[in-house]
Each structure stands twice: as structure tokens, then as C-alpha cells.
């Protein structure tokens, strides 16, 4: 049983040593690229006005929305691109179960495809898409053009200064963050008990 313990200590050991790098390496990093210029974690809704277009069409839509549907279809939802942009700015949409291509002024700027996964031939699992914005970017087209199958659902669309489009969604699910955290030291703390 001392056998174990040495080993089990070994590994608290340098688990905390390897929290302490990852601490210091946050605190005292001066990576900033996509830190926001600005002193608070605004983010801005771009869901109005959108136009759908491609296997549904349908004027003047406001996202989230939703249509329900049994075969593969594809659309592209249309819009224009805020005229106040500035460098430092993202957008976000988290895709739901759907091949993804985003489109600034006809140039592909991001795609979340299954054609990119070798071990995924149908649905991709649902992500978060991000993509950099600059001052150019304002007033220009944007095009998004989604493959899915079944029902339809194109969820909101966010624009934020650089990170703060992450502080929004962690904090409105705080909760799981906070209870996955406690799962995770739980969990390591029944494994230490069971060798101890």
C-alpha cells in the first residue's frame, strides 16, 4: 500500500506543479492579439435583416430560426456587414449539426465542413464559429452558407471585440462550468481514496 502512495503523491506532485505553469504562464503572459481593446464585455446581436436563400428562400428573417424539414437541403443567409467595424472584432454562430462556409464579400474567410474530417461522413457535432473581423470588412457582404439535414435551425449571430465573445457564453452557463470542475476534482479525489 506504501508502494502506491509514493506513486500517487508523485502524480499530485507534478499535477500541482503543472497547475502552477499554467497559472504563471496566465498571469504573467503578454499574448493579447485577440484581447479586447476596450474596457468592458459587450458583445452586439447581427440577427436582423438576414435573407435566406438556396434550397429555402425567405425575405427580411430575424435568427434564431427555425424550419422544419427531412431531407438534405443547403441555404445561404445574406446580409451586410455593419459600416462601424473595427480591427479586433469578431463574429460568432454556433452551427447546429451543419456543414458551415462563411463569405466576406465573396472571399471564403472560415469553413467548419465534414469534407475536412476524414472520420466524419455525415453530421459534424455542433461548434462555435469565429471569425476575425477588420475595419475593411464594414459595409461589405456576408454570405454563410449551411448543409444540413433535417430540421433547420440557424441560431444567433454575435459581434464582439476580440475574446469577450467567449466572457458571454461561459458566464450564462457559469453553472456547468462550475459543476464540471467539481466532477473532475471528484473524481480524482475517488481515485486517490480508493489507493490510499
Known sequence: MDKYRKYIRIVSNLLFLLALVFFCLALFGTNTKNEAPIGDFSTRQFNEHWTITGDVTQDDVTLPFLYANEEPITVVLKNTLPSDLSDGMR?????????????????????????NFFFI????????MVIDLTKEDAGKSIEIELSMTGQIKLNEIKIGYGNNLWFELLSQNLFVVIASVLLICGGFLAVLSFFA
Open 121 to 128: 461522413k455525415d453530421r459534424l457535432p455542433s461548434a462555435y
Open 91 to 115: 463574429l460568432s454562430m454556433r452551427t447546429a449539426l451543419q456543414d458551415a462556409r462563411f463569405y466576406i464579400d465573396g472571399a471564403l474567410r472560415s469553413e467548419y465542413v465534414s469534407d
